[in-house]
């Protein structure tokens, strides 16, 4: 399978789905997490979240996003 391909975007059959991965609190990696379409006029993405899945969240810059503290 070619690594370069990615599944396109169903919502604007424009950009590509790339797959991104996130570190659990044990800091173990979780790969393919959430898929983002790679067009920004689009911002499709698919999330997953303690085994649920979110379709279309809005896209946060990062920058109001506050560390969890446990
Ligand atoms: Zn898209």
């Known amino acids: 399978?070619?690594?370069?391909?990615?599944?396109?975007?169903?919502?604007?059959d424009?950009?590509?789905?790339?797959p991104l991965s996130d570190f659990g609190s044990q800091?173990?990696?979780?790969?393919y997490k959430a898929w983002?379409?790679?067009d920004p006029e689009c911002?499709?993405?698919?999330?997953?979240?303690?085994g649920d899945v979110y379709l279309n969240e809005p896209i946060?810059?990062?920058?109001?996003h506050s560390p969890r503290i446990r």
């Open 60 to 64: 946060a810059s990062g920058a109001s």
């Open 36 to 38: 983002v379409c790679s």
């Open 43 to 50: 911002g499709f993405n698919i999330k997953i979240r303690n």
């Open 14 to 18: 424009l950009g590509q789905l790339l």
């Open 1 to 12: 399978m070619d690594n370069n391909t990615w599944p396109v975007c169903r919502k604007c």
């Open 27 to 31: 800091g173990a990696s979780i790969h």
